[in-house]
């Protein structure tokens, strides 16, 4: 094994009574130290993020929780010595294992096979009936968390997940990695010892295969596999086949324990827990499938034990350049949940959300959207903006033609200077469920009408009068009609038959229409009204095989209560979300002719009218695509990364904007965009003139809640 990476600067030298000797890896919880104890052994120091700790009361409870692993049996697992907080910053101190990761070994000499495989699947399985009769559940159990140590394989990182869920005002990380989440976790339910033999099952298929076990493409085709369909069980060999197969059922009851899953593979009868002599017998079994050491000149994997926690967490906004190609891997150890960018554009599968001009993934850890087939399942969806990161999707209030180009409300009469502390609306709402401000006048153009939080896993709706906001599972996304009469949502909930649909609401009655969409693997996403409110807009995408593209979209028509669906075959588009043109009478969307963007409009059965060529790359737009007037639409500006770039609807560059944002909240007025931007610890959003003059604050969000949040204006009639 090669040396652990040299300290930085900023690390301390020591954490409690352990000195730090090196680096052993890093990840979206804090950092891993090789540590020497007081009496010279040497101790894996995960020392966690400062930002996990927001108050006294909330660190003693996170260490409290976390000190429950110190009492897990060590068979199999990598003991946790202490626990403890160092410079407000909570520490887990653990046996350092000299071994590399199952994921790594996998990865190097290739699936495991045979007896080491068998005894593999022992070796952890034992750890997991340690964890669970500790009365914890590991909740992130994967290849990465199984450490291969001359003794043999050692379970690491139990106990932190149980820390992290109960202890909900210190962290908003996702919790779990989604090639081995389970049914019940994506269903949004509490999850219990059976969702860790989901995925110890996942992890063995994974070391006979070196392949996960549902795929590890795009979030919802994976999410689609892990709800709907079996996984390829052929590289196992009996007994250890069945077993696996029985871990894998959809139904958590269905599952086999961890001790009869142990007793099946030692031959024994399942009918009662293994005592420790037999775990002890077992674990001595297991020793012997401690991996081969690396062939002659190949450095081997860094040590990560106890592997820094890759909970995925969608990251940062987007980085400006081309999109992200479709069926871009997934990083392999699940650290982020976002593809790397390249060209070109990533294609969402089921429930990825949209914005206006890239794709949004959506998924927090129980709150994905999948194609569920079969009605009674949840399906939940969540935000993930730009090329690959986490953002709203947009809410396409559409404009109205012919609307006057002069401003609904001017922000204020003298702009303030740049970096001026900016003035805020009349009226501030503390959106609930987090720590996010909204500032109205009621003379805006605009107004917030719903908001997701936590990557859209909860979507709050605005009363049709007054400040208050309602939290529903109901619908993926929820738009309100610039007449604030109707709600147009994309439903949790597919049929029976297994078609997805919309919900048409009457704002003033609540009464409520579904509407039937498209049948899966095809479901519905970005609703937006179209400017007289006469017709509602979706997008359809489609999951095929290990990938997904797009389909089409779909045209409703809101007094006959039924929709149009119109599948488009053009190769250069399906990138993208569909929107309205400023009239009402077509839709346009992204086209790519290798790098190169423009955009096409369709009318309302799908045949094609105009192409705008060479426009600007696709902008994060989270609300309206086309200004109120209809005659004007943004992009980035080629190779000006600073600005914003203002097309009319003819395709003639208009203006640069000089505001460097990468996400907007849409237009404001036909003389302002509202544009996100950093300040201080996190982001605010903010109306801009053409000239590039921030004037007043819509909107303020910490820099954790802006990765994950979303908010749908609706613009006034």
């Known amino acids: 094994m090669s040396d652990p990476l040299p300290l930085r600067p900023g690390d301390p030298a020591r954490v409690g009574d352990y000195e730090l000797a090196g680096r052993l890896g890093e990840g979206g919880q804090g950092v891993v130290y090789l540590g020497v104890s007081p009496t010279g052994a040497a101790v894996a120091v995960k020392l966690l993020r400062a930002d996990l700790a927001q108050d006294e009361e909330a660190l003693a409870r996170f260490v409290r929780e976390v000190s429950t692993a110190e009492r897990v049996a060590t068979f199999c697992t990598a003991q946790v010595i202490e626990t403890g907080v160092a410079e407000q910053r909570p520490y887990i101190v653990s046996e350092y294992i000299d071994g590399p990761t199952l994921a790594a070994v996998v990865q190097r000499d290739g699936p495991r096979q045979g007896s080491a495989l068998h005894r593999l699947a022992i070796g952890t399985v034992t750890a997991l009936v340690a964890i669970h009769q500790a009365g914890i559940v590991h909740r992130d159990f994967k290849p990465s968390n199984v450490l291969l140590g001359a003794d043999g394989p ?172 479709v069926g871009a891997p997934w990083p392999a150890d699940g650290s982020a949940w976002s593809p790397q960018p390249s060209s070109p554009a990533v294609i969402p599968g089921p429930g990825e959300r949209r914005t ?93 009408t719903s908001y997701g939080l936590d990557y859209g896993k909860y979507v709050y709706v605005r009363a049709r009068s007054g400040n208050s906001f309602s939290k529903t599972g109901k619908y993926f996304e929820y738009t309100v009609s610039n007449d604030g009469l109707r709600g147009l949502g994309t439903d949790t909930l597919y049929t029976k038959d297994s078609y997805s649909t919309v919900s048409l609401v009457d704002r003033r009655t609540g009464e409520t229409n579904t509407i039937r969409m498209s049948r899966a693997p095809v479901y519905p996403t970005s609703p937006q009204w179209s400017p007289d409110g006469t017709k509602a807009l979706v997008t359809l995408n489609e999951a095929v095989g290990d990938s997904s593209k797009g389909y089409g979209y779909a045209v409703i028509d809101v007094a006959r209560r039924s929709a149009k669906i119109v599948q488009v075959t053009d190769k250069d588009v399906g990138h993208w979300t569909y929107f309205w043109r400023g009239d009402g009478k077509a839709v346009g969307t992204w086209a790519f002719k290798g790098s190169v963007p423009s955009i096409r409009f369709y009318d309302l059965t799908g045949g094609p009218l105009r192409t705008l060529v060479q426009v600007g790359t696709p902008l994060t737009v989270d609300g309206d695509d086309v200004s109120p007037s209809g005659t004007r639409f943004v992009t980035t500006c080629s190779g000006d990364d600073d600005k914003i770039c203002v097309w009319t609807t003819e395709g003639k560059e208009e203006t640069r904007i000089p505001f460097p944002s990468e996400r907007l909240v849409g237009w404001y007025d036909d003389q302002h965009v509202a544009a996100w931007r950093k300040k201080g610890d996190g982001y605010e959003a903010v109306v801009v003139d053409f000239q590039g003059v921030a004037s007043r604050v819509l909107a303020t969000a910490k820099d954790g809640e802006y990765q994950k949040m979303y908010l749908r204006y609706t613009r006034a009639s």
């Open 154 to 325: 050692r379970v690491i990182d139990f106990g932190i997940a149980k820390a992290l869920d109960k202890t909900s005002t210190i962290t908003s990380m996702v919790v779990g990695t989604p090639a081995y989440m389970t049914p019940e976790q994506l269903g949004g339910e509490q999850v219990g010892p059976a969702a860790d033999m989901f995925a110890w099952a996942g992890t063995m298929v994974f070391a006979a295969t070196g392949e996960a076990p549902f795929g590890s493409d795009t979030l919802p085709a994976v999410f689609h596999r892990i709800m709907s369909l079996e996984a390829d069980l052929g590289a196992l060999s009996e007994p250890l086949r069945g077993i696996v197969a029985d871990c894998l059922a959809k139904d958590p009851a269905a599952r086999p324990s961890a001790g009869e899953v142990l007793m099946r593979l030692l031959g024994q009868s399942p009918a009662s827990a293994p005592a420790p002599a037999l775990m002890a017998e077992a674990t001595a079994v297991a020793r012997a499938s401690a991996p081969p050491p690396p062939p002659t000149g190949t450095p081997p994997p860094v040590a990560t034990s106890p592997a820094v926690g890759t909970s995925p967490v969608v990251g940062a906004p987007p980085p400006v350049g081309p999109p992200t190609p």
């Open 356 to 448: 206006g001009r890239a794709p949004m993934i959506t998924a927090a850890a129980a709150a994905a959207v999948v194609l569920v087939l079969g009605g009674g399942y949840l399906v939940a969806q969540a935000a993930a903006k730009g090329t690959g990161t986490p953002t709203p999707t947009r809410t396409s209030d559409a404009p109205v033609a012919g609307r006057s180009t002069s401003p609904a409300a001017t922000p204020s009469a003298t702009a303030p200077s740049p970096g001026a502390t900016l003035p805020t609306g009349d009226r501030k709402i503390n959106l609930p469920g987090s720590s996010i401000a909204v500032y109205e006048n009621d003379g805006d153009p605009i107004k917030l």
